[in-house]
């Protein structure tokens, strides 16, 4: 007899329906045998001892016959434990321990144990949009993923501990309306709660010039690299950066979250990324760790950074190699993983903050101590990163020592909530701006389309419609364009730099001032690496 059950397998951070389909022999044999046929991988191959010892251990007998499980469709490749309870479900349904003869309007996915139990597996947040996509009523998955998969509208998730409870509901769905009410997440409520950081710019003594460019790289999106001497406090600083960072919308927490449902590294009791991630790499991790792989690729470093932040502390120490393959994404948001069975795209449209010592041993330009390093020494230190990764970096600033005046004085510093709020307030005229660009380019090419939400994330077509400079502000950038030989690339960070300044000012075109404190954020360049 022939029964079919429905679930999912999990590509990039997209999910693909799957039908299972399981057939059994007439033919009694010494013992039950199992073939699982439509590309599985030894996970999916392993999983009929799981069902085996699950099926006998909730109190069902299979008959010793030959069993053969069909994943359709067969030329994909599929791979994880969550196939185990829509093979189980099959199985029974096969031998006629259900009541229920269609299984269309429901998608089954869990790793079983041996006692029954059912365990978390990853992807189940676009296991669920992938059925709501495919007008699948019904969502059974385990009770550890059930509110990640809730925050999904327009599905029906019922959340389970074991095999006998997922039979029992199937049965009860054959006899009319499911019994047990599917579990309701209101994601707005999850955004809308009170964010509280354990870290707070109200500790930071000093470092006045440093501060206003996180405001500002916070305030616009932008990538920031910060070089000093060691303890000046460049990684206190970037620790305390996601306190100011904007809340994320919903469309950002929802992609958010699905990498790292796909990733398995998000917490089953929050459901949802309610902040913006905040990732920092050891400069030990490789090229593959950063940016993603496999034989089915997964999301690295960058795309789980993905709307918020990755920190690189100490980046000369980073191999040349890993902090190369940063360039696309930086300039792209996505990255391309291609391999022989595949290729797959993530998102990776992060905040870039590194931080640096200006030589081997630390000391370079500090007035304090003296650097013992020569200039062949602090040359090769320095050209570890190469100009075009710094050309993608749109400001960059000295972190000098700080005086110890500044360090014991008793005058209160400015604390993150006030920072927040004129981040906040520059991000919804951004918001504004941006919103009303999407309505018009409706309709239009998935490149014109795509939604921007910070000034850093602006197109060439949208620069030249939002950064109109004042003629004063016109020559200045043409005059530091021509005596500091700035890249095309430089002169558009620049008008993104100086339109989200000119936000913070609430001005609505780029005057003098804005353009001069943007320049000024790309001249260090020239004294380190020239």
């Known amino acids: 007899m022939l029964f079919k059950a429905r679930s999912a397998a999990v590509y990039g951070i997209d999910a693909h329906l799957i039908d299972v389909e399981v057939d059994f022999s007439q033919i009694k044999l010494d013992k039950e045998q199992f073939s699982t046929v439509g590309l599985p991988d030894a996970a999916v191959r392993e999983s009929r001892d799981r069902v085996r010892s699950a099926i006998k251990n909730s109190g069902f007998e299979i008959p010793p016959t030959k069993i053969t499980i069909n994943l359709a469709p067969a030329d994909l490749k599929k791979e994880g434990s969550g196939f185990d309870l829509p093979i189980a479900i099959g199985i029974l349904g096969a031998y006629g321990a259900l009541t229920i003869r269609e299984l ?88 809308n709660e009170a964010q509280s950081f354990p870290s707070d710019f109200k500790d930071v003594r000093g470092q006045h010039v440093a501060k206003r460019a996180l405001e500002v790289a916070a305030a616009g999106g932008h990538n920031i690299l910060m070089i000093g001497p060691p303890g000046s406090g460049k990684t206190m600083l970037a620790k305390r950066l996601p306190s100011i960072l904007a809340p994320l919308k919903f469309e950002e927490a929802l992609e958010t979250t699905k990498i790292h449902s796909v990733a398995g590294v998000l917490d089953g009791e929050q459901g949802l990324v309610a902040y913006r991630p905040f990732r ?57 993983i291609s391999r022989a069975a595949m290729s797959l795209s993530f998102p990776a449209r992060f905040m870039l903050a590194a931080a640096m010592n200006p030589c081997p041993c630390g000391y370079f330009n500090d007035k304090r101590r003296e650097c013992m390093c020569t200039p062949p020494m602090i040359q090769r230190y320095v050209s570890k990163v190469s100009g075009p990764l710094l050309d993608r970096i749109d400001i960059h600033i000295e972190v000098p020592a700080v005086e110890y005046k500044e360090l014991r004085g008793g005058a209160a510093a400015e604390g993150s909530a006030e920072i927040r709020e004129r981040v906040l307030a520059a991000r919804r005229k951004q918001h504004e701006r941006f919103g009303e660009t999407a309505e018009r380019t409706k309709g239009s090419s998935k490149a014109a389309s795509r939604r921007v939400f910070a000034n850093a994330q602006m197109s060439t077509q949208q620069i030249r419609m939002f950064c109109m400079l004042e003629s004063d502000a016109e020559r200045m950038l043409e005059r530091a364009m021509q005596q500091q030989g700035l890249s095309a690339r430089a002169h558009d960070r620049i008008l993104k730099v100086a339109r989200t300044i000119a936000d913070l000012d609430a001005a609505e075109s780029i005057g003098t001032k804005h353009i001069a404190e943007a320049i000024q954020y790309r001249t260090l360049d020239r004294s380190y690496w020239s």
């Open 104 to 191: 269309d309007d429901f998608l089954l996915v869990g790793e079983l144990g041996l006692d029954g139990t059912l365990r978390a597996v990853p992807g189940t947040l676009p296991i669920a949009v992938a059925a709501r996509a495919n007008g699948i009523k019904n969502v059974i998955v385990p009770a550890s993923n059930a509110r990640e998969a809730a925050v999904v509208e327009g599905v029906n998730v019922y959340p389970v501990k074991s095999l006998i409870e997922v039979r029992e509901l199937l049965n009860s769905a054959a006899n009319g309306p499911i019994s047990v009410a599917p579990l309701a997440v209101k994601a707005g409520e999850l955004l």
């Open 280 to 336: 920092s790499p050891h400069h030990t991790i490789s090229d593959a760790g950063l940016i993603g792989g496999g034989m089915v690729p997964r999301p690295g470093e960058v795309s789980l950074a993905h709307n918020g932040l990755l920190f690189l502390d100490e980046l000369p120490e980073f191999p040349r190699n890993v902090l190369e393959v940063l360039r696309q994404p930086l300039e792209d948001g996505t990255v391309t």
